[in-house]
């Protein structure tokens, strides 16, 4: 009913057109530079409709990382696909609110709906603010990234591609409540 509405509207609008023109104009002349404003305007509404559609479709099919935390005696904390997407050249970066540690990992990608990803996790931590961050001690860092992670103040940056190479980014803030999105963008792509 809208549609019609709107086709009608056009239609009208073309004819006041072409009239007011005609009085100025050839009727010839008006009439095909009527045409030319409703085919310019037709132009650009369906760029708009492709663009928008172009978007949904985007939407529908993009990775989206999250992290899931899973607290308890043994703490568990790892990424998860909750888009339709797969996720590729997976990379996380948890900076603590004190800056004294840094969490971070790296996946090749995660398939979607894989909640089951261990990511190799590389700890450093520091004293103070004025030291340099160094590598923990420890060989697995996959405990004391756990136990951090679900226990401290993070703000964690999430970033990945899709698999046509639309690059994202999420923010996501930890804290002992829980996990809350800061952010989630689509980066744009480089112009080469």
């Not at 030319?36 to 663009?51: A, F, N, P, Q, S």
């Not at 899931?68 to 996720?87: M, T």
């Not at 609110?97 to 398939?111: G, K, P």
């Not at 405990?143 to 970033?159: I, Y």
């Amino acid at each position: 009913m809208k549609a019609l509405g709107a086709y009608l509207a056009a239609t009208a609008l073309f004819i006041l057109l072409v009239g007011a023109l005609g009085t100025r104009l050839e009727t010839s002349s008006a009439i095909y530079l009527a045409t030319g404003l409703v085919i310019l305007w037709y132009t650009i509404e369906t760029w708009r409709l492709r663009k928008e559609a172009q978007l949904q479709t985007e939407l529908q099919n993009r990775p989206f990382v999250s992290i899931e935390v899973v607290s308890g005696v043994n703490p568990f904390v790892h990424p998860v696909n909750l888009g339709k997407g797969v996720a590729r050249n997976v990379s996380i970066e948890a900076v603590e609110d004190s800056a004294l540690f840094e969490v971070r990992a790296r996946l090749t990608h995660i398939a979607p709906g894989r909640d089951d990803i261990e990511p190799t996790w590389r700890l450093k931590s520091r004293l103070s603010t004025t030291e340099p961050l160094t590598d923990h001690p420890e060989d697995d860092h996959g405990p004391a990234a756990h136990s951090l992670l679900s226990h401290g103040r993070f703000k964690v940056v999430l970033k990945y591609a899709s698999i046509v190479g639309q690059h994202y980014e999420t923010t996501i803030r930890l804290t002992r409540d829980g996990a809350s999105i800061d952010d989630d963008r689509r980066i744009p792509r480089q112009q080469s």
